[in-house]
């Protein structure tokens, strides 16, 4: 597993750390880090997904924020820089959000965006 990178191109809440670490918990698998990746696809081009990851590859960095970990790969990275993650639980849905100044914009649901 790679070690956790120093420098860190995105950011994390106190809000999504504390929630990656309820999914932590509730898989009981103390290794496990909230994988964000980005794929082609959706109503904007490119989608987030999510995943809890216990493995990190050679093209991953992982960052850890408020005691939890993130990891993303390097192609990800290169169109998350300067973006910050977030967990919002609200009237609309309680859903993990990302803030990407990269974006030049988003659908409707926020899971999508283009470059």
Do not use: W
Not at 15 to 29: D, F, I, K, P, T
Not at 83 to 93: E, F, L, N, T
Request: glycine share 10%; with cysteine.
């Amino acid at each position: 597993m790679n070690s956790i990178a120093p420098e860190t191109p995105v950011l994390m809440t106190k809000s999504a750390a504390e929630r990656v670490q309820v999914l932590v918990a509730g898989e009981g698998n103390p290794a496990l880090m909230l994988r964000l990746a980005i794929s082609g696809g959706g109503c904007s081009g490119f989608s987030y997904g999510f995943s809890l990851d216990a493995d990190a590859t050679t093209d991953d960095k992982v960052f850890e924020f408020h005691g939890s970990k993130l990891v993303i790969d390097e192609t990800s990275l290169d169109l998350l820089k300067g973006s910050q993650i977030d967990y919002v639980d609200d009237i609309m849905a309680a859903s993990f959000r990302i803030t990407n100044p990269n974006a030049t914009s988003t659908c409707g649901c926020g899971t999508s965006f283009a470059v």
